[in-house]
DNA sequence: CATGAATGAGTTTTCATTCAT
DNA sequence: CATGAATGAAAACTCATTCAT
């Protein structure tokens, strides 16, 4: 009350500000979803006050966005580097993807926007349609690229590319999502060993796709 | 109006009443989320008053856990049943599998139950541990018994069942979460076709499980 | 707590609820104006909590809309039948009106509205187009029918009608204003007598209107 | 940067920084009434920031108070020394009088204090009060000298001065209403205009109040 | 003096829940 | 059983006010 060395209410950060909130946010929307959410408590987590969260962002839903646009775009362009320029054999750089995905995405924070964004896509059709464009579709068309590297230079099996691309995204995205949902349950059994899960996947997924030919030297 | 020999216009089966809040229920829950859904247009999409609801259930988190328990266990029987009693090659019963999956779940209003559940599982613990025991862990017990079959049988390689069940899944998965949330968005390249996705899926898998002495005559 | 005897939280009285709740909200938003009343107060003076207010009207600015539409329209009808059908002289006439006025209107609860008309005109154009229309409009048009039957007559000089209409009108309507302005005040000598104001206000007007002739033998 | 010679890029009086704020403060109260008015506004309008406002003004109240003295009370000293020392005809001094409000008041942005008081009144009592003592009761003041001139000097009819003198007022004060009430509809009909308005006035009450004998000759 | 980032009390609005009829 | 009027806690959002810089 009167104590004479009261804390200062705040320190003045302007430049941080939105990044410490953007991220709060991004944790408290995977956890809970968008509804369920409380500014209060994105404005706590960040600490700061309610009123705070406002100087920066409009409404809940623009912040939503922000939290969708900011951690969308920054790590597709290395992937669709290395597929351009890698020079070994399509099965080492399917191999190089899925660790370089689990390593860079999959096993990040990013993660989360995954979950955020199937769990919102309806409620923000806009939003849903910006990370579709932004992600997805960049997403896929790697994915594409892969696949079609692989049947020009004759390893892989001639397969529907387009179908192909969407099953071989799956368990990658699964894994994601179990994360940020059964994943926090903790229970023994549903823990899944995503070192083991990656494995098996890239495993599958070759003998799925390789000529018969290419298999049986590599194992 | 004081009549006493008023016939009432119509009659219904009180014990109806349940399953059309929980219908109604179903349909708002998968459309909007758990939060957006508002009790009244339960209550009204059912054709009942708000009250009406409550005789019924307690409160909005039992109704929901009521949708999500009424919808999902019936279904799961069926499955275990072919499973165990099923006579030909491991890859016909797995054909089987993904096809009835697709008629029975995958292409039907219960698909929103699991985007509902990756969506919430984090807001409701209680009926996600419910879910995954009653659903996750009994599909995957499903999954794992094909493939164990698979295995014995000679017709399967020797694959980690337990990792390949879940990636065995994550396609399946996928395409109901799709469904419900960029699905909607409806926008050319995001269309998926579900047949096509299915053929090239069981094409995938088998490649990837089957022993190459198994693959040459059947294609 | 444990009283037996529960006071029930609410009676059902559909049909009188909006009534209701239109004079309160008609007495605070005089009092205090648009922004100053809050609608939990409304709700309290009304008997009701906030929530019931919600299933009258949309939101607070409905209310307002509401509060002006239903107190605006009855009044004028039969003024204007008055002017229509009057037999005797115009002067008679105006005392007819300015004390029917005083009557039904300015020594009313229904003065309120003019003045929050003028305190919130700018912040409502439509309100106040739609009051300007049915109100204002008409209440103009009527007394300039009267000051024309007067000229007609020959009872009353040959003036600016549609500028002495404003004129004219500008003592009553300040007496309304200011019961709910500075009125409140209370203090002794900005009290106004409004008999002897009305009477002044007639005297003074006549004399402003009537042709010589016509006011040596009157007065 | 840290060169010690920077000259400042201007200079500003101190002392004009609280006209500045007062200015501003004036447009939007008198724009948006007193609580839709935005200290924030008010400071940007002046070109300041928040925090410099109170440095001027220790809260929103004392700013309003503030704007409406700083305003009101310099305008009326005028007036009342015309008055005192007119010498031709009392006709002539309400003519003179008439213009001279319209010049310096009707016709000013300090008519917008006219409209704030009344639709303020009842929410800020003290200034009410200040207001009625320093500029009601002055004003009245003025006017009621100026009929009892009129009187005294045979030229007025014996009329009750107190009434006549609320009465006399009220023209004026719903002209300045007008202006920023309904008169920001810009509608047609609704549009009065000022000139004839006075004109008009100017006549209506002199006829009202001149003996008849001071009538003939002048029209 | 001036700034503007930060605060938090206060208001509107929503909606799950209750309960007299 | 069924109704729907009423409730009030909870959440988004605003803005006057403070204060470290």
Avoid at 54 to 81: H, M, T
Avoid at 99 to 108: K, M, Q, S, V
């Amino acid at each position: 009350m009167n104590c004479p060395f009261k804390k200062p209410r705040w320190t003045r950060r302007k430049e941080a500000r939105p990044q410490e909130l953007l991220a709060a946010a991004l944790d408290l929307f995977v956890e809970r979803g968008y509804a369920a959410t409380r500014l209060d408590d994105v404005a706590a987590q960040a600490g700061v006050s309610k009123g705070t969260l406002y100087l920066y962002f409009a409404n809940k839903e623009e912040l939503f966005k922000a939290v969708v646009r900011e951690n969308v775009v920054p790590v597709l362009g290395e992937a669709e580097e290395i597929v351009g320029s890698f020079q070994g054999s399509t099965a080492e750089l399917f191999r190089e993807i899925a660790h370089g995905w689990w390593d860079r995405i999959g096993n990040t924070k990013l993660s989360g926007i995954t979950k955020l964004m199937v769990a919102e896509a309806n409620n923000f059709p806009e939003v849903a349609r910006f990370y579709h464009e932004e992600v997805i579709h960049r997403g896929n068309a790697m994915i594409a690229h892969m696949l079609e590297r692989g049947i020009e230079r004759g390893e892989f099996r001639s397969i529907d590319v387009k179908q192909a691309m969407n099953i071989l995204c799956a368990p990658m995205i699964m894994l994601m999502l179990w994360k940020h949902s059964f994943g926090a349950l903790g229970h023994g059994e549903a823990a899944m060993s995503p070192d083991k899960y990656l494995d098996s996947f890239i495993d599958l997924f070759l003998h799925g796709v390789l000529k018969p030919a290419a298999l049986t030297p590599s194992r």
